[in-house]
């Protein structure tokens, strides 16, 4: 860690901050705006820096929600969903384009929907059905990456649209720069706007960037600090969200990007803001019940507040989670579980768990979802010095 920098970090539920290879963790007090909150808890450290000096990332606000609408799941909704995700953006909803005339309109405000599909020189792809959809949803920002041949017809028909250079090439690789520095400019106007914190920008000169986003970069770097043996998965299980950073090498895809990591969010397994959400999600999963007798616990743990049932919701989480990327839940990506090596944790659920506390609950996920004895070493950023590491010169 560089000696001449500060580092913080601003999550749902606690602020980390990092200097001299020291990592401070405080509890957020709800009552206070974020900023009054920063400062009264750690101003003598702030105070002994320069703006210039402090660098902070930020999951605090819940991040930008998106919603994408594409032409097919293969190409363009997987593009745009995984730049979005390798972005920092979180997914409310994608809509297939040939069945947009029957899903249902989400009631959420939405910050940023992203139109996409097919490749430069196929028009007439967007027609009268699109304008419909966008008529009756509530948005704060609309970008299209698709074909460049119908972006005329959208420019002119879909106010305030931002068009930007098609993420599918001729080759059908995806090019997703544009979108992700587009997306990433975003986050930060939405930081500057948001009341709560824009305040931050009073003692840093620096650019503030969305945790997630920051952990994703920090990802090819793992290897020098921990005993990390690719392919491996990092888990970060927040107050609001549990993120799941995993390498390339764990799916079979057709996509062909720089970055050697992906990232996927839960937004609704989170062991604090995101609690009952994450208990709705466990009381869902047929073999939870086992779980609990596997944890000696019943279900009546739901109800407790204590340090023990903070421990079995995160070990719920990491069995959800986990789940979600195997072969027993067919979603957006199914994770090869079974060729993994390395399990790395990150965030508060270091500082709750035990390494034996993870190692039982792996071991329970091969044997009862994979049947597999397979056995990934479990890693552990008990210092929190992942989201530290991309900042280092």
């Not at 001729?170 to 824009?198: F, M, S």
């Not at 764990?250 to 062909?256: E, F, I, K, P, R």
């Not at 979600?324 to 944790?345: G, H, I, P, R």
């Amino acid at each position: 860690m560089n000696e001449n920098r500060l580092l913080i970090d601003v999550g749902s539920t606690y602020f980390k901050v990092a200097a001299n290879n020291d990592v401070q963790q405080h509890f957020r007090d709800f009552n206070k705006n974020i900023f009054d909150d920063l400062k009264y808890k750690c101003e003598d450290i702030i105070s002994k820096y320069q703006k210039e000096d402090i660098f902070i990332c930020s999951s605090a606000n819940g991040g930008l929600s998106t919603l994408i609408i594409g032409i097919t799941h293969s190409f363009s909704l997987k593009y745009a969903i995984n730049t979005a995700y390798n972005s920092g953006i979180n997914i409310i909803d994608t809509v297939l384009y040939s069945q947009i005339e029957e899903v249902s309109i989400p009631s959420d405000l939405i910050d940023v929907v992203i139109v996409v599909g097919a490749i430069d020189g196929v028009s007439g792809v967007f027609d009268e059905k699109l304008l419909n959809y966008l008529s009756q949803i509530n948005y704060s920002n609309i970008v299209y990456v698709g074909n460049k041949d119908d972006a005329p017809y959208l420019k002119e028909n879909i106010e305030k649209l931002v068009i930007l250079p098609n993420i599918i090439d001729e080759k059908l690789h995806i090019q997703e720069e544009p979108l992700k520095e587009y997306l990433t400019n975003l986050y930060q106007a939405d930081i500057v706007g948001k009341e709560d914190i824009k305040h931050l920008y009073d003692i840093t000169a620096n650019q503030i960037f969305s945790t997630p986003y920051i952990v994703n970069q920090t990802l090819p770097l793992l290897v020098s600090k921990f005993k990390v043996a690719d392919p491996y998965i990092l888990i970060d299980i927040g107050g609001a969200t549990t993120d799941i950073h995993y390498s390339k090498d764990l799916v079979d895809d057709n996509m062909v990007i720089d970055n050697e990591y992906d990232r996927l969010v839960f937004k609704k397994l989170g062991v604090f803001k995101s609690k009952e959400s994450l208990i709705f999600s466990a009381k869902n999963n047929e073999f939870v019940y086992e779980l609990l007798a596997y944890l000696k616990v019943t279900e009546n743990i739901f109800d407790e507040q204590s340090e023990k049932a903070l421990k079995i919701l995160m070990q719920l989480a990491i069995f959800l989670v986990l789940c979600k990327v195997s072969n027993y839940n067919k979603a957006y990506v199914t994770l090869k579980l079974n060729a993994l090596n390395s399990l790395v944790f990150t965030g508060g659920i270091t500082k709750v768990l035990q390494q034996e506390d993870i190692e039982n609950i792996v071991s329970f996920f091969y044997k009862k979802i994979l049947n597999s004895n397979h056995n990934p070493s479990i890693v552990m950023d008990s210092n929190y010095d992942i989201w530290t590491m991309a900042t280092r010169d």
